[in-house]
């Protein structure tokens, strides 16, 4: 089972340090940046492009609620800008679901999913309430429940496979768990049901708060999804690295011996860690899928 396997990967947190390769917002400071901006509109409120870069910097900024307000500002105020907001607001407002799943104040959605995939969300609920142990004891026993699944992935700009045994999210909320949002929904989609992922390549500052990504499930229709690039941010964070992707931290998680992160998220195996922005494709061996429904 996949708990099994996951223990091989458990790292100190000073191990689990990781300056990603992708990194592409090059300013020398959001807050900088966003208190320009502010200026500049408040001289030329009628300029739509500078409220396309606000909600820009504000997604960066993981401040949900006004980069919506300025991204439809932005349509307002130039309609042929439709094809931006088609693409991002939905991301935005999946943003605040997600917000309230880990705050443990609401359920992703799991449609299909194993019912160990719901005690991994049942465990959201108790680190809110503070019972640490028992959230721990709960993802135990989900990840000892839930597949490894073994296959092979790809780094852009590469042609190597690199094949794997077991592959996984390296927070300890999530493991095999891929999270994304499809349209406004957010989901929580097992491994263990998923053939094949692609991942466009990073060519944009949006790029490192949302990949947009197609997902072959082992049973049913393509998925066209955006999946989180980073983790949760915390209230406070600050840090140009982390709310630019640009690295990883890693925090003990409360109950386990495993870790919760802050910044890009990482993909682990029984190979290494991989920075989701430079995986260009993974593919599972279909033979050992548990086949499910979305």
Request: proline letters at 5%; glycine letters at 6%; a negative charge.
């Amino acid at each position: 089972m996949f708990g099994v396997h996951r223990a091989e990967a458990r790292r100190t947190p000073s191990q689990r340090w990781n300056m990603n390769q992708s990194a592409i917002a090059d300013v020398a400071s959001l807050d900088e940046e966003h208190a320009q901006l502010k200026e500049r509109i408040r001289r030329k409120p009628e300029d739509a492009d500078l409220r396309a870069q606000l909600f820009q910097v504000l997604a960066l900024r993981g401040d949900w609620l006004r980069a919506q307000a300025a991204l439809k500002m932005t349509l307002e105020l130039n309609p042929n800008a439709h094809s931006l907001a088609g693409i991002y607001l939905r991301p935005l407002a999946a943003e605040l679901v997600r917000a309230q799943v880990f705050a443990g104040a609401r359920r992703p959605d799991v449609s299909g999913a194993d019912a160990a995939v719901e005690r991994l969300v049942d465990a959201l609920e108790l680190d809110a309430l503070g019972s640490d142990a028992e959230a721990g004891a709960l993802r135990a026993a989900a990840m000892a429940e839930l597949p490894a699944r073994s296959g092979y992935l790809r780094l852009h700009g590469s042609d190597t496979l690199v094949p794997f045994a077991w592959l996984a999210d390296g927070d300890g909320r999530l493991g095999p768990v891929l999270e994304m949002f499809a349209g406004e929904r957010y989901l929580w989609l097992p491994l263990s049901q998923v053939q094949r992922l692609r991942f466009v390549p990073p060519t944009s500052r949006c790029a490192l708060v949302w990949s947009h990504s197609e997902i072959n499930p082992v049973s049913g229709k393509e998925i066209h999804a955006a999946l989180p690039v980073r983790y949760p941010l915390p209230a406070a964070v600050s840090d140009q690295k982390i709310l630019t992707a640009a690295y990883t931290e890693w925090l003990p998680l409360a109950g386990s011996d495993q870790y919760l992160g802050i910044g890009q998220r990482m993909l682990v195996t029984d190979q290494g860690e991989y920075a989701l922005l430079d995986i260009a494709e993974i593919v599972f061996d279909v033979d050992d899928a548990q086949v499910g429904n979305v």
